[in-house]
């Protein structure tokens, strides 16, 4: 691609063409006091004991963090019985996710992954001037990880596998994950993105850091982020378990000192907090069961659930649909043209949202994809 001779017509600088064609980034609308924002997957509860303590303390704001954030990245070793330099912590991991991609993927390499997930990843991307290569999930919102590994060409030079799929719901299985890898070749990166793994219940579902994990598999990072069951979102924390070589590299394209020390020391103060998180935990799951069950009953298809938030395939209807819950005061993500994501939120939004869909399903066709088969 070359450059534009002219800049584009509303900017007064020579952009990259594919940057210029980006949409911007539009973040889940904020919600008024009386509304449930239910649109970015955030975490309801207040914050874990301790945390609001331990950000009070971090008063040395006129210092630099700690570049390396040494003691969560020697806390967080220790709990998975990994070497230091095994763990790797960024503002968010959405940020580890744009280091690994700009450090193995430039133009004319592509990177693989399954569609729709992430809507992160499509723009990731293209920044690193990349090629994206997508294969449809299944109508059951899960990876096809056959097909995947069928589209892997010489060119790949990452795979992102996102499980629990944001936002369709399923969890990756161990089984099909571990025949995915055995067709790969051993020198592809495989970042596996469990944003949501404290959420999952299905046994059968892959856990990147469980005792059977991939510690042994240097071409697999796992990804694992405070932002979502930790409830830190507003605080960007994330990290990644890998090869130390390849969180090297990460490393290596990083904006030095991106970690607050308020981030470091509130994920900190977090791990310390595990009964608490894991009530919370239960709570949520608990809660996303007895919406997937609700909207069931209620004559919707709503596939596996195994993150914070459930997953309305509702096609062409999708922005009508969204603007039904809307109208309620239950604000929701739609994905135009594709579905309708719903994040588990307060205790009473889950019957609101069961109430406000059961009326809209109504009003889809017989026989639309989103729709249960009567
Ligand atoms: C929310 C989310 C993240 C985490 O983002 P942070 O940058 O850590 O806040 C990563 N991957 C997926 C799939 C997500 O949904």
Redesign the pocket.
Known sequence: MTAPAEPPADAPVRVRPEIAAMPTYKQGRQADASAHKLSS?ENPFEPLPGVLEALAAATEINRYPDATAAALRARLAARYGVDLEAVHVAA????ILAQLIAATAGAGDEVLYAWRS?EAYPLLVTVAGATSVTVPVGPDGRHDLAAMAAAVTPRTRVVLV?SPN?PTGPAVRRAEFESFLAALPSDLLVVL?E?YAEFVTDPEAVDGLGPAGYRDRPQVVV?R?F??AFGL?GL?I?YAIGHPRVLDAARATAIPLSVTAQAERAALASLEMEPALRERVAALVERRDRLVAGLREAGWRVPDAQGNFVWLATGEQTMQVAARFDEAGLIVRPFAGDGVRISVGADESVDSVIRIAASVVEGLPEGHPARALA
Not at 92 to 95: D, K, Q
Request: glycine content about 12%; overall charge positive; hydrophobic content about 30%.
């Open positions: 997957n968010g991991s959405v940020s992430f996102c944001n993105d944003a990804l982020t932002s979502k979102a960007r994330g």
